[in-house]
């Protein structure tokens, strides 16, 4: 069944609310159900995502659009008058060449695509905002999720904008700066005892029990996880209309990844980018890595873990799309490969001495994963590579406070100076 | 003598290492001297600024440029080959329309320039950005500043990306957050015994012995000064090429609200703009406000202060540029006012919990003197106003930290949830 002859929308949806989405399309049977608050597959409980009828889509009409995710509009479950609505205008962040950090890695031609520009400074602020976009849409009156940090934030600092009832759920040991950085924007800021796990549980507990809560990340989730799409849109537009041959992408969830090559599809069959072949890389710190030992197994299915590593935005012991993730990398030539945390400090420090970017652990991951991947014989040096920091360093300074700090101490005098031997 | 028939730069200089630039100029006796790491004037010891002789240039031309402050380069001192130079790639950060903030004070049509999005989260990437130019067309060995905090993040930061020998200097008893947030990117951080007057002159002391040296903020000041036009260029082209009719900006130096200024004086003469009144109010916070206090003695001249104030990146006792800063205040019908601490701790929640903007220290003092403004009747309620946010909250969380939290703190049932009251 074609997306396109998908059933109507469901009741009270004012036209065009979803923009060129037209129904929900069960990941694993391909069964399809009307745009609503839905995110299991009503014939076999599979995962939902978002199916489209594409109009066609020009280069210019694009690069016309506003300098946010909104330019992408057409391809995104928005509609078409997103932009004036008030949200966060994320995205359209940083490509930067990293000459540098490729000469130490030796790779010939590196990218790195640098998320923490972000209003929250996190990725996660694209794929709030097309769930706000979708609560809104939907009727919703909460804007709600679980989280132990960059969703927080970024959830608590949408809701605000957008003048929403936002609650969040954290779990009550949370890092006082990670507290602060979501209760600034809101007064509804809930504390549970127990652990992250315990968190998600109670708010999928609540989204079941309550009318009109959006739980970003659970039952308004197909539309948030096409936010990560904006990722590859963005990686290709920023090089010139072009797909890169390798990308290294961080592992928590897995949906960032798999979006990220469904945006690549999408793009190759608008005719907006050549059909040229890439391969997707996945990073896991490897305190939590259970996509990648099922890669180097040779297993489909994920065995989750119990999460012990400083990269705690990674830190999902049961992936969701962690299969999805197995299927991306071993279709498109890629691989999952795994980092200790010694490495991600290391990682952190690397990139930010050779490019000047202070990524938070999740990009410390991702940065030593890449060069795991070189240093095995995984990645071609010769190829055109682009890795993804994904967060901020600011939000993690624990992780690297005790590694770095003042070359010397002294008097504030000319001589005294002079003796550090810095000149 | 016009801009234009200045001497030749310096002998060494690449032709159009500085792009439309011709020489620099004396703020006081309007003396010239060509191009070169020079600060002051030598016939009165005023400070410099750059002059140019600008071409024609046209809207299309600045919008077919990077998303970044280079679209600008025209109207920069910097070359036409700058965008591909490593470096930060800062600016164009985002114009939000404010709906909630202006109806939380009453005015019909706010906006806020949001400066934390900038790579390392302050509008020092701008200005740090030129200096950095400057540095390498004059052939400069050591790139370098004295700074308390977003200044060393940047300079930093910029440095390592550049590949430049990078040399910061800090007091010796600063916050860990703002040490690790310079020290990650550079070995050659240097902790002085003193304050920051202190360390501010062993830079200068530096800067007269060794050759070579570019202290951003000292020899090569009249470069990086540029840098912050371009918040005023963004503006401007944010608005669809029009002026607003206030702005309110942070004095710390002055330097910022004098170039956003002349940035919209030079986009009147190059007839980018039409030619409509603004005023520019000026914020400080109580325990540094100098140039507030100035202005309302009817004073041409700043006394200095000793600064006490949790607005840290604002706490410049005698600013350079605080006489201008009151011309242009008063020249455009501005003002400039200041806050207590207890309002800029305000003023920094009011913006989360309007727009989802966590701002730092500096920005709630901007808020808040925008809310005094309204209030005392200094601001009209119905022209179109801008407020600059001009750095990052998650660097001065201590201002807010034992304001916000949890709103509860429950057991992980349904049961404890509903019992807060939330539903």
């Given at each position: 069944m074609s997306t396109s002859t998908l059933a109507a929308p469901a009741a009270g949806l004012r036209e065009g609310?979803?923009?060129?989405a037209t129904g929900l399309v069960c990941r694993e049977c391909r069964a399809t159900q009307p745009l609503g608050p839905f995110y299991a597959c009503q014939e076999c409980f599979g995962p939902l995502e978002i199916g489209y009828d594409f109009p066609a889509v020009t280069r210019e009409q694009i690069e016309a659009?506003?300098?946010?995710?909104?330019?992408y509009q057409p391809l995104l479950?928005?509609?078409?008058?997103?932009?004036?609505?008030?949200?966060?205008?994320?995205g359209f962040t940083r490509l930067l060449k990293a000459h540098n950090l490729g000469r130490e890695l030796g790779l010939k031609n590196l990218w790195v695509k640098d998320d923490s520009g972000n209003p929250t400074h996190s990725f996660k602020d694209r794929v709030v905002a097309i769930a706000l976009s979708a609560a809104r849409e939907l009727d919703m009156k909460v804007f709600a999720c679980p989280s132990t940090g960059n969703l927080a934030n970024a959830v608590a600092a949408a809701g605000a904008r957008a003048g929403m009832k936002t609650v969040v759920f954290i779990p009550h040991d949370l890092e006082i700066p990670k507290v602060v950085a979501s209760a600034i924007y809101t007064n509804s800021l809930v504390a549970v005892r127990g652990n992250y796990d315990d968190v998600n549980r109670l708010a999928s507990e609540i989204a079941g029990e309550e009318d009109g809560w959006a739980f970003v990340n659970v039952n308004v989730r197909p539309y948030y996880a096409e936010g990560s799409k904006t990722l590859g849109f963005e990686v290709a537009e920023q090089l010139g209309w072009r797909l890169p041959q390798q990308v290294v992408i961080p592992v928590a969830s897995g949906s960032q990844l798999t979006k990220v090559d469904k945006g690549f599809q999408e793009l190759v069959s608008l005719g907006l980018v050549e059909d040229t072949p890439y391969k997707i890389f996945g990073a896991q710190a490897h305190g939590c890595s259970p996509v990648s030992a099922a890669f180097k197994d040779g297993h489909d299915v994920v065995r989750p873990v119990k999460p012990d590593t400083i990269a705690k935005s990674l830190a999902?012991?049961?992936?969701?799309?962690g299969p999805y993730v197995l299927d991306v990398a071993r279709r498109t030539g890629g691989a999952i490969e795994d980092v200790t945390d010694e490495e991600v400090r290391d990682g952190i420090q690397l990139l930010a001495r050779t490019e000047g970017i202070f990524a938070e652990t999740a990009g410390g991951v991702t940065i030593a994963t890449l060069k795991k991947l070189v240093e095995t014989g995984?990645?071609?040096?010769?190829a055109e590579t682009v890795v993804f920091n994904t967060g901020d360093g600011l939000k993690t300074l624990d992780a690297v406070a005790d590694r770095v700090g003042p070359a010397a101490t002294i008097d504030p005098s000319y001589t005294a100076f002079t003796a550090i031997g810095l000149v």
């Amino acid at each position: 069944m074609s997306t396109s002859t998908l059933a109507a929308p469901a009741a009270g949806l004012r036209e065009g609310a979803f923009g060129n989405a037209t129904g929900l399309v069960c990941r694993e049977c391909r069964a399809t159900q009307p745009l609503g608050p839905f995110y299991a597959c009503q014939e076999c409980f599979g995962p939902l995502e978002i199916g489209y009828d594409f109009p066609a889509v020009t280069r210019e009409q694009i690069e016309a659009g506003p300098k946010n995710i909104w330019r992408y509009q057409p391809l995104l479950p928005v509609p078409a008058d997103i932009a004036s609505s008030p949200n966060m205008e994320p995205g359209f962040t940083r490509l930067l060449k990293a000459h540098n950090l490729g000469r130490e890695l030796g790779l010939k031609n590196l990218w790195v695509k640098d998320d923490s520009g972000n209003p929250t400074h996190s990725f996660k602020d694209r794929v709030v905002a097309i769930a706000l976009s979708a609560a809104r849409e939907l009727d919703m009156k909460v804007f709600a999720c679980p989280s132990t940090g960059n969703l927080a934030n970024a959830v608590a600092a949408a809701g605000a904008r957008a003048g929403m009832k936002t609650v969040v759920f954290i779990p009550h040991d949370l890092e006082i700066p990670k507290v602060v950085a979501s209760a600034i924007y809101t007064n509804s800021l809930v504390a549970v005892r127990g652990n992250y796990d315990d968190v998600n549980r109670l708010a999928s507990e609540i989204a079941g029990e309550e009318d009109g809560w959006a739980f970003v990340n659970v039952n308004v989730r197909p539309y948030y996880a096409e936010g990560s799409k904006t990722l590859g849109f963005e990686v290709a537009e920023q090089l010139g209309w072009r797909l890169p041959q390798q990308v290294v992408i961080p592992v928590a969830s897995g949906s960032q990844l798999t979006k990220v090559d469904k945006g690549f599809q999408e793009l190759v069959s608008l005719g907006l980018v050549e059909d040229t072949p890439y391969k997707i890389f996945g990073a896991q710190a490897h305190g939590c890595s259970p996509v990648s030992a099922a890669f180097k197994d040779g297993h489909d299915v994920v065995r989750p873990v119990k999460p012990d590593t400083i990269a705690k935005s990674l830190a999902i012991g049961n992936p969701a799309d962690g299969p999805y993730v197995l299927d991306v990398a071993r279709r498109t030539g890629g691989a999952i490969e795994d980092v200790t945390d010694e490495e991600v400090r290391d990682g952190i420090q690397l990139l930010a001495r050779t490019e000047g970017i202070f990524a938070e652990t999740a990009g410390g991951v991702t940065i030593a994963t890449l060069k795991k991947l070189v240093e095995t014989g995984q990645l071609d040096p010769e190829a055109e590579t682009v890795v993804f920091n994904t967060g901020d360093g600011l939000k993690t300074l624990d992780a690297v406070a005790d590694r770095v700090g003042p070359a010397a101490t002294i008097d504030p005098s000319y001589t005294a100076f002079t003796a550090i031997g810095l000149v």
